[in-house]
Nanobody
């Protein structure tokens, strides 16, 4: 069974950092493009960052220079390092896997991030 499990969310103050993790089971990260998305309360889910197998990365304009996506294929884990979190950052952060060849797209349940002073 293919699953994604996020962890690392929590409550921080503005300007602080968090590192989110997404651990995959039944999914070989080398065969998938991995992404993070965020859904703020009352809003649609939006793209945050993506990494492919060679390690190329893409970021939403709002997080460039502050967030870093990375992965460890051997640990089946994708990370999102979030620095200088702003009050606009809160929401549920979800991990997404998209097969590089053929069908196959999977979502995790998400992890809550709250930024409050």
């Amino acid at each position: 069974q293919k699953q994604l499990l996020e962890s690392g969310g929590g409550m921080v103050q503005p300007g602080e950092s968090l590192r989110l993790s997404c651990t995959a089971s039944g999914i070989r990260l080398s065969m998938y493009d991995m992404s993070w998305y965020r859904q703020a309360p009352g809003k649609e889910r939006e793209f945050v960052a993506k990494i492919n197998n060679p390690g190329a990365t893409w970021y939403a304009d709002a997080v460039k220079g502050r967030f870093t996506i990375s992965k460890e294929n051997a640990k089946s884990t994708v990370y999102l390092q979030m620095n200088v979190l702003s009050p606009a950052a809160p929401g549920v952060y979800s991990c997404h896997a998209a097969a590089r060849m053929g069908p196959g797209t999977y979502w995790g349940q998400g992890t809550q991030v709250t930024v409050s002073s």
